[in-house]
């Protein structure tokens, strides 16, 4: 298989970074977030989560590619990223389940890839100087040029990106998880309970583990209005809501919180993971707050408070709940890297959440009992 060409791009970054590598993925002139992510493999999920909206990430793994692409392992219909930063670049792939190369997928989704770049060296600075907004062309070269545009750009907390990631009609999700024996994905029978799924950017993994774990779902759009799904619950229509993962500020979602609050009050047994996590906060009057670089990676132990286990977790998140939600809520679930809050269950209420991703494909899975915990919930 002959080896794809690249292309020369041109990366401008916020605090006056100017770089010069090479393209392996679509062309054109795309402006977003610089973010970087450890995970050892999943190149493909990180890339299709939604929650990845507006953001370039940087894979602190050094080979990218070898394995290809495929239809099964999307966590959404599309790539919702601006691009990705890699060392090296395989276009020669080689696994049983691959189809496309990483190329082919980047360009048909119309996603930059970034190569022949020191992404140590990205890694740090982000590390060092937090999340920064950046540009990367491969049609212009010069700097000045390039910073305008970027400073004439909006930041990625301006703008709403659940709007253009959430579904924007109802449906039924029937498919389980993925059954390593058959290659396929698992089709578990009709539960006994109805949730509904307020979707922010929802990845398709966690459709599957709450189908899979009994529950029948359905998925309804960002705007869904709090009344309607109140009134489903009073029928007993609905037994349960789950609000989703999903990209940007969740301060930003203003109108989102407002519905939220109302299904708060109705007493409605919620779950929530990531951005739901986040704007359960927000909806009970504790504000999120962004971290200094975030957490993006499938490496993170994550501390069960009330078992004392220790989790490693997927995460990807620049943005946490206060520590002062302990007023009004149990705190659940610690990062042992930062000590910073990772689950809640609040206080006189059915509702708990988490800020990292038990879903995790192809890992890790040690945090999946939690869909289970919501099913016997309800």
Known sequence: MKEKSTQKIWIYIENGIYLCAKSFGTSGTKVGEIVFNTSMSGYQEIMSDPSYAGQFVVFTMPEIGNIGCNEDDMESSSIHCKGMF????????????GNSSLSKYLTNHDSLGICDIDTRFLTKMIRDNGPQMMIASTEISDKE??????????RIEEINYIEQVSTKESYIHESGSWDINNQQYFKPKRGEKNIVVLDFG????????LRQSGLNVEVVPNNT?????ISRYKNKEIDGIFLSNGPGDPLVLISEAKEIKKLIDAKIPMFAICLGHQLLSIAHGFPTYKLKFGQHGGNHPVQNQMSKVVEITAQNHNYNVPDSISDIAKITHINLFDNTIEGVSYNDSPIFSVQHHPEASPGPHESKYIFKEFADKL
Do not use: H, M
């Open 202 to 209: 929802v990845k398709r993994n966690i459709l599957n583990e």
């Open 225 to 229: 209005k709090a009344e309607s799904l």
């Open 86 to 97: 890699v060392r090296s670049y395989q276009d020669r792939y080689s696994n049983f389940r």
């Open 145 to 154: 040029e390039l910073k305008g545009l970027l400073e004439n750009s909006k």
